[in-house]
């Protein structure tokens, strides 16, 4: 069977899952007790098992097989979740990743040996079964289906629906009907062409669970992952949505033949008799990623717990959650995946138009042509809303780079032997997919930092008065066309003493220019090539990159760095990030007869000097602008720009890069405009003075200045 045109659905959804299997174990580490975590990690599990037996990854399947197996023990009690468990469970999700990105590489799964990781869940489920954890207590959340007490029949039966519902089924339904939903049972038939039967389960479930939750299907899980059935199969779900639109999505996949529906309503002598304990939340509720629904059916699970305390929530109430959640479920299928190429490309055109609307504008001014210079104000218009639509089309939120990081933090919190509590605020805040790619190495070499020099050991914090536990924070928000990025600590702080004693040592500076260096410039050092403070080398930190690379990163996205620090109150690392690499507004210079761009947000002012304003102070040529000396920048020189005329009046353009100001002396200035940066490619790569280019609208090139570069 061909399942080629399946790989990038199943590269994309595995590493989805295990991301919800990453945060899943995070939240089930800090609220053990908590069936719903449980239930959600079994799903991405027996999801994660079956779309890897569909394509016929036989060692991903074996070990999610595995995992799945010790998370039913855990979710019927048969085990307590304990470190080790967790521990286990978190090297199978990495040992899952890398056999992942082995098959994205086109190399085979096995290259990964699992054979240990198997034995060792294999020991867990030997080892825990003979003691098995103690019975609930009432107070606990009720178990899962299979280990339910009986409940009693029920004298109601389903009217015209074909297949016979258990009592836990029926009593799903009842409860979810007191929410606004209802219970629906689907038959699915195939086409007779049909090869490749279980991905079009697969699919069909996909597309089911984004409109609700599948409670079961005839035949099992396992028998349609198996391809053990003929051309047709049945499902029982739980949805807000219609029928017709159930009809809908599923007779939307390809080679399914017809796709019969069907409200189930109960009729008889009596409702459903209730289960022991009220269901506290709608099925629907509880977003499934599964392919197919467990072989026995489940109870309606409970209440989606708080974010974990690794992660900030904003909190609300459990009404306004499944509000949002049935909302979330009704718009789910209004989305696609597209891919990257077709983004970029369709950037690469918005780009294309907007130099030829600015080479048509140029054209109008020239000529005179009133009626040209009228329809482009229209086009004008249209083409702004396009911008505007493309680039909102290009923004991702960064919770897309921040949920890799409670893992990390908790992997190098145990490390360390440190307890730290990492909260995360704004990841919902959006930026464009080509910084989003860049961002996450220099958070993370942040975050370490943090970790390791910031926060304490918790007897030191402890005799210091504060509490044992550190709080490390990585907050994101929008601050006008800018994205901040920041983390924050209540550790140690950077002690500007220190930093100077280090940079002496190290042979970065004398002893002289340091003790003339005010306390904010003496921190930055830490942003310097092959500085530490670290007093021995760790897997963690030591080796004086990390800063480093933070810095030229940042820089490398139009982007500053900079930190606040207090001694023995913490320190914020704040990253100013452009919304967009794509498109920017810039001001056009002339430099004899060359032109250039400046971006925008980089420009303070501009004035019109004569040479005689210009002073020199310690062999340094300055202006004195509202009372503030300014250095200047003879563009003519520093750009090596050939001499053809002399002119009487010069122009400046005041520019900024953090703390550092400027005047950049240029011949003429051309004006504002919109401009499509283009990279300059690898044989440029050394000229560091250029960000990009741009093609102007008379199809001229202009260089992009890079003002951080420039300014250092």
Request: charged fraction near 25%; proline fraction near 5%; aromatic fraction near 2%.
């Amino acid at each position: 069977m061909e399942t080629n045109q399946y790989m990038d659905m199943f590269l994309d959804e595995s590493h989805e899952h295990l991301q919800s299997l990453n945060d899943g174990l995070l939240g089930l580490e800090d609220n053990a007790e908590d069936l719903s975590i449980l239930n959600e990690i079994f799903r991405n599990a027996h999801t994660l098992k079956g779309m890897s037996a569909t394509m016929g990854y036989n060692k991903i399947a074996e070990l999610t097989h595995e995992m799945e197996d010790v998370l039913d023990m855990l979710r019927k009690e048969q085990l307590a979740v304990t470190g080790d468990i967790i521990d286990t469970l978190f090297k199978c999700i990495d040992s899952l990743e890398q056999m992942i990105d082995n098959v994205a590489n086109g190399d085979p799964e096995d290259l990964i040996d699992v054979s240990d990781l198997v034995a060792k869940l294999s020991s867990i489920m030997r080892g825990e079964k003979a003691a098995a954890a103690p019975a609930a207590e009432t107070s606990k959340p009720a178990p899962a289906a299979d280990s339910a007490p009986a409940v009693e029949a029920s004298a109601a039966v389903a009217e015209g629906v074909p297949v016979e519902l258990s009592d836990t089924e029926k009593n799903i339904i009842t409860e979810a009907e007191k929410t606004g939903m209802h219970g629906i049972y689907l038959k699915v038939t195939l086409s007779e062409s049909c090869l490749l039967k279980s991905a079009r389960s697969y699919m069909v479930m996909n597309a089911l669970e984004e409109l609700g939750e599948v409670i079961r299907t005839i035949p099992p899980a396992e028998e349609l992952e198996q391809e053990a059935f003929e051309r047709s199969f049945e499902v029982i779900l739980i949805t807000g949505a219609e029928e017709e639109q159930i009809h809908d999505a599923v007779i939307g996949i390809s080679e399914i033949e017809t796709a019969e529906t069907q409200i189930i309503k109960f009729g008889g002598s009596s409702a459903p008799a209730p289960a022991p304990t009220p269901a506290p939340a709608p099925v629907v509720e509880q977003k499934s990623a599964s392919t197919s629904a467990a072989t026995t059916p489940a109870p309606a699970p409970a209440p989606k717990p708080s974010a974990p305390a690794n992660k900030s929530s904003g909190g609300g109430q459990q009404s306004a959650q499944a509000n949002a959640a049935a909302q979330k479920k009704s718009h789910a299928g209004q989305s696609v995946r597209v891919d990257i190429e077709k983004l970029d490309t369709l950037m690469n055109l918005m780009g294309e138009l907007v130099i030829n609307k600015v080479r048509l504008e140029q054209i109008g001014q020239t000529h005179r042509l009133s009626e040209l210079t009228e329809t482009l104000e229209q086009m004008d218009r249209v083409t702004t809303d396009l911008q505007n639509i493309v680039m909102k089309v290009r923004m991702v939120p960064v919770s897309q780079v921040f949920n890799r990081f409670p893992r990390m933090v908790r992997d190098v919190t145990k490390e360390l032997n440190k307890e730290i509590n990492l909260t995360i605020e704004g990841e919902d805040t959006e930026l464009d997919r080509t910084v989003i790619d860049e961002i996450g190495d220099p958070i993370m070499h942040l975050l370490r930092n943090s970790l390791d020099h910031g926060i304490e050991m918790p007897d030191e914090r402890e005799a210091k008065g504060k509490p044992r536990i550190g709080e490390v924070g990585l907050i994101a928000r929008h601050e006008g066309n800018n994205v901040v990025i920041m983390v924050t600590d209540d550790g140690k702080g950077i002690d500007p003493d220190i930093i100077r004693r280090k940079a002496v040592e190290k042979g970065l500076f004398s002893q002289e220019e340091v003790d003339a260096m005010p306390d904010a410039d003496a921190v930055r050092i830490i942003f310097l090539p092959g500085f530490s403070t670290a007093e021995k080398i760790s897997d963690i930190s030591g080796r004086g990159v990390g800063m480093d690379v933070v810095k030229s990163k940042i820089e490398s996205l139009s982007g500053q760095v900079d930190v606040e620090t207090r001694v023995n109150e913490g320190s914020i690392f704040k990253i100013k990030l452009p919304l967009t690499l794509a498109i920017i507004q810039a001001m056009l210079v002339q430099v004899q007869n060359e032109i250039y761009a400046i971006p925008l947000a980089s420009i303070d002012s501009t004035l019109s000097i004569q040479p005689s304003d210009i002073s020199t102070v310690q062999n340094n040529e300055v202006i004195v602008l509202r009372g503030e000396i300014i250095p200047i920048i003879r563009m003519e020189e520093s750009l090596m720009v050939p001499h053809v005329k002399d002119t009487k009046e010069l122009f400046v353009v005041v520019v900024h890069a953090g703390d550092s100001k400027a005047g950049m002396v240029v011949d003429k200035l051309i004006g504002q405009q919109e401009i499509v940066i283009k990279t300059l490619g690898n044989l440029f790569m050394g000229l560091k003075m250029f960000s990009g280019a741009t093609v102007l609208g008379d199809g001229k090139v202009a260089l992009i200045l890079d003002v951080a570069t420039m300014l250092n």
